[in-house]
């Protein structure tokens, strides 16, 4: 017994000692290793990811200008400038710079969006003001970017290809902007009709908001960043005098190789992800290739950590397993002592009683009072050895068929389970599988005998590259995958699961496979689901928050921060009367089954500034949990709106006011004309009759010619009443058959049309249109008018191509036809005659009061077609001239009315 406690006392603290001393040295030089590699991969990895999430962003960027390219207003700007159609281009001009202005406010990271012509010449341009707001510039501060090298770059690319300028400060005639504004430029040639180049769309891009904000987010104090270009001159750094060091920009020269040795920077500059220690200061650095068409122009990001950053965790942990390995080597020997002692003395005594058992005393009982509890278990059990030994066959032959009952069980069991389970030995031979194996595979058991699992489950003849069974085999450890079917595009969850013998060596495998399809499917809606309500909170323009019963705030967008002015961490967790009063909307907040509130809120809130803004709110809620609700507030500043109405209410007066007094101007003045025209031609008669015996041809033609200019005058004044009479008159707008208007408008006018030979065709089934009847009577009378002066007396017009036209035509001077096309918004109305026609360059001037053909004589003011047009705007309606209309004769007189209802009748 001396010797098994010396043993004990001696042997087994030296043994576990050395043991500890061995695993701990080797576990602390193994976990060393894997803490520096580990906060070495942890500050590579983060360069890495930085690097990507600026890629990514410039990648939007390219996006966002090819977009804008490809813009239908921009391109029918181009169409506008190349027809030389001022009404359209300046209603495209609208459009692009309406679309312009709401793409920077909506990103808020382009200084400019700009549209420069092939010479250089700016048409349209956006630039972002310091308030976040953007102003288009005037068409006088347009300026010539023919010499800016990003246009010289952008012209020579090919359709489809964008430049992307270097990163440099802004500069404004030659000189750099203070302070100092770091920008990207990106430049998109546009082409359209025939792939021809119609100019350069050109993004500045604020650098310091994509560039500077992704390289140093997230940063530790432990950390240092700066940014090179690849010439090795700082775009960042934390000393602001280093930045921007390049001949085009400071020009102070300040670059990577005035700190560091040329290796090294070479290195930093080669374009390779990497890292370097210099003087016990680790360095990463990582390339940014921003333009994708090569990866010759790349930038290096660079982030630079002391090296006790890294080492500081190891000392650490050496010092903690030093200590925890004192602690263990004490308790190892103080075990000793007592285990020796509990494991001696019991030993002792079951010698000495074993001992009599041996001499032939069978029925001495062994018995030990005192000393381990296993002892006294082993002794127990030695005394009852005997005693088993006669009712163990018994014993065995019901163990053996509770063991069947169990196994018939288990089978029931192992068939009732509906995920996929099979055994495999450990060639993976199938052994066992379950009944959802067998249907879901559609195999009997005598089909999968001395089959391997990858004949089964994937049908092929050699193993599966990612078999999770193979990979269990060589852990032992259970393993777990997620595999889809290339055959039917099913997702399951496959587990494995070793098989051990006795000795606990490896002898099969047990494989489960469960169908999580439609898990995924849910998961992957849920996924979509949140990322589309982010997205929807982040870029509304409204503010979003989301409140409880009593207030307090739990989501706050980006639109709550530009209107309040507080960032969403300083307002979450926080309570809504930090910026409106909650009491103002308690009774709201206490109705528990509230939906949503009908009504806008109008009330007052508190930006951080200390600024009070009127605000309109909506409110609805939601329930999370029984009797539980969350409110989400939806709030506009109307600051701008309620100003610009006072501004617009203001100006709508002025406006009235104006147009009175000129009302009464042009009534006075017609007024204060007719009468000395009354004057001039009551002496003019006066003189006629009382000398007319005196006067001779000559005098009597210079009287005639009075009187007619007299009846000119008066007939303008007339015409001018009428103009005037055309705008201030009210609307009576319904729904007027206008086959009925033209008809009866012809018949008015039989008299005049049968005295000019000249025949009138309407088109059968004309539309019926919302319009007023009596001032759409004035359009198709004039228009009328307008073709019975210009059909020429010297020929007969026919269209030979209709045969009913020739028929009808045939006789007269000419023909005026009438009619109407249909589209989806507008009803087309024409009226067309065989006139002379009327050349491309006058076809807009006929429509300006008293602008009549200088070439042509006919009687008129030249008023119609001015009252004409002037109808047809108010019909919010459009009206043209097509001429000539075939063999370089005829005119079409068009104009279309909108096919929707107005909504009042003013």
Not at 83 to 109: M, N, P, V
Not at 663 to 673: A, K, P, Q, R
Request: with cysteine.
């Amino acid at each position: 017994m001396s010797k098994i406690r010396n043993n004990i006392l001696i042997i087994y603290p030296i043994v576990m000692v050395t043991i500890l001393i061995i695993v701990s040295a080797l576990f602390c030089t193994y976990t060393a290793l894997n803490i520096r590699k580990n906060k070495i991969k942890e500050f590579q990895h983060a360069s890495e990811t930085k690097s990507t999430r600026l890629v990514e962003t410039l990648h939007s960027i390219e996006n966002d200008v090819t977009f804008l390219g490809k813009s239908v207003f921009l391109l029918n700007l181009i169409d506008a400038i190349e027809g030389d159609d001022a009404e359209a281009f300046s209603h495209w001009k609208y459009g692009t710079e309406l679309q312009f202005k709401i793409f920077a406010e909506s990103r808020s990271i382009y200084d400019q969006i700009s549209f420069i012509d092939t010479t250089g010449q700016e048409i349209v341009r956006a630039d972002l003001l310091f308030n976040g707001h953007v102003d288009i510039v005037s068409q006088e501060e347009l300026q010539n970017k023919s010499q800016r090298y990003y246009f010289k770059e952008a012209i020579k690319l090919d359709e489809g290809n964008v430049h992307i300028s270097e990163l440099d400060l802004d500069m404004e005639e030659s000189e750099i902007q203070a302070p100092h504004k770091p920008m990207l430029r990106f430049a998109l040639p546009v082409f359209h009709k025939e792939h021809k180049i119609k100019g350069v769309l050109v993004l500045n891009v604020l650098a310091d908001k994509i560039v500077k904000n992704i390289l140093t987010d997230k940063h530790s104090d432990e950390v240092d960043s700066f940014l090179l270009d690849r010439n090795g001159f700082y775009l960042l750094h934390p000393e602001i005098s280093k930045q921007w060091g390049g001949s085009s920009d400071l020009g102070t020269g300040e670059n990577l190789s005035n700190t560091f040795p040329v290796e090294t920077a070479s290195t930093i500059l080669s374009g390779q992800t990497g890292i370097e220690l210099v003087k016990k200061q680790y360095y990463v650095f990582t390339p940014i290739h921003f333009d994708p068409s090569g990866d010759e122009r790349y930038w290096v990001l660079v982030n630079s950590f002391d090296k006790l950053t890294v080492y500081y965790p190891i000392y650490t942990f050496f010092a903690v397993v030093g200590a925890l390995n004192l602690i263990l080597i004490a308790g190892i020997i103080a075990l000793s002592y007592i285990f020796s002692n509990r494991v001696v003395n019991p030993l002792r005594a079951l010698v000495n009683a074993t001992r009599q058992i041996t001499d032939g005393d069978l029925e001495h009982a062994i018995t030990i009072n005192k000393g381990n509890s296993y002892i006294k278990v082993l002794t127990e059990s030695f005394g009852l050895m005997v005693k088993k030994l006669k009712e163990s066959k018994k014993d065995n032959e019901q163990l053996f068929m509770k063991v069947k009952e169990s196994r018939d069980e288990w089978q029931k069991t192992f068939d009732v389970i509906t995920d996929i389970i099979a055994i495999h030995d450990k060639d993976f031979r199938i052994v066992r599988a379950n009944k959802a194996f067998f249907e879901k595979f559609n195999v009997s058991k005598e089909e999968i005998h001395d089959k391997k699992c990858h004949e089964i489950f994937h049908g092929i003849d050699g193993p599966w590259f990612r078999c999770p069974l193979a990979k269990t085999s060589e852990s032992l450890q259970s393993e777990c995958i997620e595999v889809v079917d290339p055959n039917t595009g099913e997702t399951f969850m496959v587990s494995t699961y070793p098989i051990l013998d006795k000795k606990g060596n490896f002898s099969g495998v047990v494989h489960q496979a469960r169908d999580i399809t439609d898990k995924k499917k849910v998961f992957e809606e849920i996924r979509r689901g949140k990322e589309y309500t982010d997205n929807l909170l982040e870029t509304a323009q409204d503010a979003i928050i989301c409140i409880d019963k009593i207030g307090i705030i739990s989501v706050w967008n980006q639109s709550a921060e530009k209107i309040f002015g507080y960032k969403n961490c300083e307002m979450l967790g926080q309570s809504l009367d930090k910026i409106v009063s909650v009491s103002a909307l308690d009774v709201y907040l206490q109705m528990s089954k509230l939906i949503k509130i009908s009504r806008i809120l109008e009330v007052s809130a508190i930006k951080r500034d200390g600024t009070s803004i009127p605000i309109e709110m909506s409110l609805s809620s939601q329930e999370i949990k029984d009797g539980e609700y969350v409110f989400t507030l939806i709030a506009r500043d109307t600051t701008f709106r309620k100003e610009a109405k006072k501004q617009l209410v203001a100006k709508a007066d002025m406006l009235a006011a104006v147009n009175k007094e000129l009302e009464e101007f042009v009534y006075i003045v017609s007024h204060d004309l007719k009468e000395p025209l009354f004057v001039i031609e009551g002496y003019t008669s006066k003189l006629y009759n009382k000398y007319k015996d005196v006067y001779d041809d000559n005098a009597k033609h210079c009287i005639d010619r009075v009187k007619l200019n007299v009846k000119k005058m008066s007939q303008k004044i007339m015409e001018i009443m009428e103009v005037l009479k055309a705008g201030r008159i009210s609307y009576d707008f319904k729904n007027n058959d206008s086959g009925r208007i033209v008809s009866g408008v012809v018949d008015s006018m039989k008299e005049r049309i049968s005295n000019a030979n000249v025949k009138v065709i309407i088109d059968k089934d004309l539309p019926v249109v919302f319009c007023d009847w009596e001032r759409m009577e004035n359009v198709f009378s004039n228009l009328i008018i307008n073709a019975i002066k210009f059909i020429s007396d010297d020929k007969l017009t026919v269209i030979p191509h209709n045969p009913l036209i020739k028929e009808k035509s045939n006789g007269s001077r000419g023909w005026i036809k009438i009619g109407c096309h249909t589209d989806e918004d507008y009803y087309k109305f024409f009226v067309e005659d065989t006139g002379i026609g009327i050349k491309e360059e006058y076809q807009e001037q006929v429509f300006q009061i008293f602008r009549r053909l200088n070439d042509v004589e006919a009687e008129g003011t030249g008023v119609g077609l001015a009252i004409v047009k002037k109808i047809i705007g108010l019909h919010l309606g459009k009206l043209w001239i097509e001429s000539p209309v075939e063999n370089g004769e005829g005119s079409r007189f068009c104009f279309t009315i909108p096919r929707i209802k107005h909504v009042s009748n003013n």
